[in-house]
């Protein structure tokens, strides 16, 4: 054997550690969790941002965006020569109702022109398959990978799309990636849909013909020089491009794609900062109490090395060892741990977010930081048992320690005497005897149900923000967006298409809102104050009509804004005359998703002087007729945009069970790892302690039940009573991750379902039940003869 | 036969073996015996001689590798563990060399922790009282003498009113003055309630008080004396 080899200190290490295995792997597992946690997040972040900074380097992303109507070419020029701008280019961008072979409803999307050189200067494309464009074929088009994948798309392959008003039918050249759509979402929803938003590059003359933009374009894209003064180029690029329709130049924070990618970032960085720490705390508070109560049972072994002329440092050195064995363990395995998460986690992140590379790849840093937080972890955890072990006297260590005295009792304790059995007694005055150690198991035990909670929690949440959002604020199930305001005549239109039962117009506006220097580019959505499809709600949830006069804001864009109802508001219209107008704040509403602005549709109209005007409709659907509403709104000119509220919640559900559902099972696995580790190792250890103690009483006649109920009663009254203070850690743990969530993008409601509790008490209970079995074997092996004969 | 003429325990050629091969230990070598009801009895004999190994077999806590023992009628080595906590929980008391009470009980406690379960138990007092423990009852072990801690030991193998009372050693962590103590609450227990009484020492002296003294060595029993004048502890020396 192998152990042979080693000098008797090392095998007595060996040894010891092979007796302590189950315990030894429980603590390394709850270390590897929290560094493989750690490096999982961390190292995500890290790849994530570096992938994103590499990818809009290379592939030259805007820097700004700048859309106008129509402004003639001849402006580039002008435009490029602004302070701090490196380079500029123009393009046309549109919204476009796609058709594609095997989908029935009508499907949003953009399409925008590609210069004739082969690649653009700014927001350039990845030719993942087929070719670029051929500028003799207007039909060809560029489809972006997401969206064809979705649908099956191969280069080569016809679809038909409206183009300003014309239905034509386009070939498929090439599959592209762009770093404008890595997170391929349409505007106003909070989950991609590779199916319903697609993304199209036809060559730039083909596309000004589609939409009379020959000689013009509808958007500059600008790269900025380094250190150039984002905020004062958007001023001058709005002032220069007011007279063509300028609805307000907007930087990366309000690109779309790239808002969820940075929320994204963040949340990692959440996640990153305060899971790990929980795991590594459990981990402190176990490797305290294990390696306490094994020195403690060792206590006349360490005597007996001292008194043999080992020194205080050799002794003390030995156990250091054992605990660095354990803690080298827990760091190897979350180390593959963390590896094998962040390789997975990179995968899904390919499915939500398309980059042309994604390698989980986590620097050294983020391993060495792992490392030495699992060693603080270790000193923190031991260095009183260390210390216990340096200053114990061989004289005193060898001779036994006396029975621990429980003559001092609480009184409430002593009162419930004439009540309780023996075995009840013993269990009592034990944890009360001994209330640090009982209160950190229960604190371990809370931690774990806490860790549940808070991570199962956000699907209570998701789905309660999506009920609100989808069944009180906005109940339509069919968006339509005109290409140009109409009379409310076009109303009447839709009202016998097939299917529709119910109308709504609305009215949305580009504007600049200004509240001293807090500035917000958003649309002003102008609906009728009795609207019964999208409304509004106040902060109780309940629908209110929208006040006649004045602008509501979302509670998130009060915020930003940090206006309060009855204060003035400076609204720049960036449509039609262009007003700017002074205009009060009247309410505030709730909001989960996006920061919206409302109007009294006929108060907005007035604004703008001019009649009635309506861009859109929202519609309620018999849904017998979808498919004939559907084939009517693909082959009807006015409309510019389609979005289905079904098919929406739908996508939501699903990317839900996708990534969260993958989140809550790690979780729910890594918590029940922790509470068995804390359950199993406070047993084991109560077990070995109380071993002679158990066995006596088996040979006075008491059965395994009744000894099993002494050791594991208590760990069950300890579970019990860290059921209440897991519930309270998960719901503070809950409250923490929702401020880290409230974003521009959406807000989640602080809201937990009765079935988490139950669903993350549960889980405890089992893992508590399997440790309690698994310590209830070794109670049935106890060996009654020995305790006739050994002292201690 | 009527049931008192029965003996407390009869064993038939016990034998038990540890190990295999080079490294088979022979602990009781073929050990035929019958304990009277009410006796008192000392074992003596060196250590590995195997009469911690006989009084184990006989209360229940081991089987022998072959042989038969029967206690009143019934055969105990026909049980199943179930029924060895059973006979062990109605019929048998045991005194430990290191007392083993359970600390976090008082003395009162730990003999009821044995009440509780049993079908005919004295009060907890009076099982105390009988080893001359009334004043020390609310007591912890850690506020006890290790002779007082004995005494609570006895006093809670003694309370279920067991037919049979095993002692392994139970002055051997006291000193000679606090061991007789012990001993005479022992004696009190024998004659008093008539149970009968085996207890295992390595103290020569101790046989004296016996009605009988079994002379153990090699796994068998040498020699068995009949004390026909056993003389009270308080007499005793060592």
Redesign the interface.
């Known amino acids: 054997m192998l152990v042979e080899l080693l000098k008797p200190l090392d095998r007595k290490l060996v040894r010891d550690l092979w007796a302590i295995k189950g315990q030894a792997l429980a603590i390394a597992v709850v270390i590897g969790c929290g560094v493989g946690m750690y490096v999982m997040s961390r190292g995500m972040l890290l790849s994530l941002a570096e992938t994103r900074a590499a990818y809009y380097e290379r592939y030259r992303f805007a820097d700004i965006i700048a859309p106008v109507k129509r402004a003639p070419t001849g402006l580039l020029d002008e435009i490029g020569a602004l302070p701090g701008v490196r380079r500029a280019e123009t393009r046309i961008r549109a919204g476009v109702i796609l058709d594609v072979p095997g989908a029935s409803a009508p499907i949003t999307g953009e399409i925008q022109s590609l210069p004739e050189i082969p690649t653009p200067h700014i927001n350039d494309i990845v030719l993942r398959r087929g070719r670029y464009l051929d500028p003799q074929h207007e039909e060809q088009v560029l489809a972006l990978d997401a969206f064809a994948e979705a649908h099956g798309l191969q280069p080569g392959d016809h679809i038909h799309a409206i183009l300003n008003g014309t239905r034509k039918r386009l070939t498929i050249t090439g599959i592209v990636l762009s770093p404008e759509y890595i997170y391929a979402i349409s505007p106003g929803e909070i989950v991609p849909d590779k199916k319903r938003f697609g993304v199209l590059w036809m060559s730039r003359d083909a596309l000004a013909h589609a939409f009379d933009l020959d000689g013009a374009f509808n958007e500059a894209v600008l790269l900025t020089s380094a250190g150039s003064n984002e905020d004062a180029l958007l001023e001058q690029l709005d002032t220069m491009l007011k007279r063509y329709g300028a609805t307000g130049a907007y930087g990366r924070d309000q690109m779309i794609s790239d808002q969820f990618l940075v929320n994204e970032i963040n949340q990692l960085e959440t996640i990153g900062r305060i899971l790990p720490p929980i795991f590594l705390l459990v981990a402190t508070f176990l490797l305290n109490v294990v390696v306490g109560r094994l020195i403690d049972t060792e206590r006349e072994q360490i005597g007996l090395l001292k008194a043999f002329g080992y020194t205080d440092r050799a002794v003390a050195l030995h156990y250091l060892r054992m605990i660095g064995v354990i803690v080298i363990l827990g760091i190897f395995i979350g180390v593959a741990l963390g590896t094998w998460l962040g390789r997975g986690l990179a995968n899904m992140y390919q499915d939500f977010f398309k980059f042309p590379f994604l390698i989980f790849r986590a620097p050294a840093q983020v391993y060495l930081v792992a490392v030495g937080v699992s060693l603080l972890v270790a000193v923190t955890g031991t260095f009183s048992s260390v210390r216990r072990v340096m200053r114990l006297e061989p004289a005193v260590a060898m001779v036994p320690p006396p029975p621990p005295d429980y003559s001092r009792s609480a009184r409430w304790l002593e009162r419930l005497s004439g009540w309780i059995d023996q075995p009840t007694r013993m269990i009592l005055r034990h944890v009360y005897r001994w209330p640090r150690r009982a209160a950190m198991a229960v604190l371990g035990i809370a931690m774990s149900k806490g860790l549940l909670i808070g991570a199962s929690f956000s699907m209570d949440a998701m789905m309660y923000m999506v009920d609100i959002s989808f069944n009180v604020i906005d109940r339509q199930d069919v968006t339509v967006n005109f290409f140009d305001p109409r009379n409310d005549r076009a109303i009447q239109d839709v009202l016998h298409a097939p299917g529709v039962m119910h109308a709504e117009p609305f009215r949305a506006i580009p504007v600049v809102l200004r509240n001293g220097p807090r500035t917000r580019r958003e649309s002003i959505v102008g609906i009728l104050p009795g609207a019964e499809l999208s409304r509004i709600v106040d902060t109780g949830l309940n629908p209110i009509p929208v006040a006649p006069q004045g602008i509501v804001l979302s509670d998130k864009l009060a915020e930003l804004l940090k206006v309060t109802p009855g204060e003035l508001l400076r609204v720049e219209v960036r449509t039609g005359r262009r007003p700017e107008l002074d205009i009060p704040v009247s309410q505030v509403v709730k909001t989960y998703m996006g920061t919206g602005a409302y109007m009294d549709l006929d108060y907005l109209n007035r604004l703008l002087k001019e009649d009635t005007a309506i861009n859109g409709t929202y519609l309620l659907v018999d849904p017998e007729q979808t498919d004939a509403l559907y084939a009517e709104l693909k082959n009807t000119p006015l409309v510019a945009g389609v979005s289905l509220q079904e098919q929406a919640q739908n996508a939501f559900y699903e990317t839900l069970q996708d990534s969260l559902g993958t989140f809550v099972f790690f979780n729910t696995l890594f918590a029940g790892l922790i509470a068995v580790g804390v359950v199993y190792n406070n047993a084991r250890i109560s077990l070995s302690e109380r071993a002679r103690e158990l066995a006596s009483l088996r040979v006075l006649g008491l059965t395994r039940g009744e000894i099993s109920y002494i050791l594991l009663g208590e760990l069950a009254l300890l579970t019990l009573l860290a059921l209440p203070l897991g519930a309270l850690l998960g719901y503070l743990l809950a409250a923490t991750l929702v401020l880290s969530f409230d974003t521009e993008l959406f807000r989640i409601p602080l809201v937990i379902a009765p079935s988490t509790y139950g669903y993350a008490a549960l889980v405890v209970l089992l893992a508590a039940l399997g440790s309690g079995l698994l310590v209830r074997r070794r109670i049935d092996r106890l060996d009654l003869i020995a305790v006739l004969k050994t002292r201690e | 036969m009527n049931r008192a003429d029965y003996p407390a325990f009869r064993a038939e050629g016990l034998t038990k073996v540890y190990g295999s091969g080079e490294a088979t230990v022979y602990a009781l070598r073929g050990v035929d015996l019958e304990v009277a009801r009410g006796a008192m009895v000392v074992l003596l004999g060196p250590s590995g001689s195997g009469k911690?190994t006989l009084l184990?077999i006989l209360?229940g806590?081991?089987s022998p590798t072959s042989g038969r023992v029967f206690f009143d009628r019934r055969e105990l080595t026909a049980f199943d563990d179930?029924h060895l906590?059973?006979f062990?929980?109605?019929h048998?008391g045991?005194v430990?060399?290191?007392y083993?009470?359970?600390?976090?009980?008082t003395a009162r406690?730990?003999v009821?922790?044995?009440t509780?379960?049993s079908q005919n138990p004295m009060s907890p007092e009076k099982a105390l009282g009988l080893v001359g423990l009334e004043q020390r009852m609310d007591?912890?072990?850690?506020?006890l003498s290790g002779g007082e801690q004995q005494r609570v030991a006895i006093a809670?193998?003694i309370a279920?009113q067991p037919n049979v009372l095993f002692c392994?050693e139970p002055t051997g962590a006291l000193d000679s003055q606090t061991g007789i103590v012990v001993l005479e609450a022992i004696a009190r227990v024998n004659s008093e309630l008539d149970t009968t009484t085996m207890i295992i020492t390595h103290n020569a002296g101790i046989a004296a008080m016996a009605d009988r003294v079994l002379y153990m060595a090699d796994g068998q029993i040498q020699r068995s004396e009949t004390n026909p004048e056993p003389c009270a502890p308080e007499e005793l020396s060592w």
């Open positions: 911690s184990n209360g806590l081991d179930r906590t059973l062990r929980r109605e048998v045991f430990f060399q290191f083993n009470l359970i600390p976090s009980l406690e730990n009821a922790l044995v509780e379960i007591h912890f072990p850690a506020q809670r193998a279920k392994d």
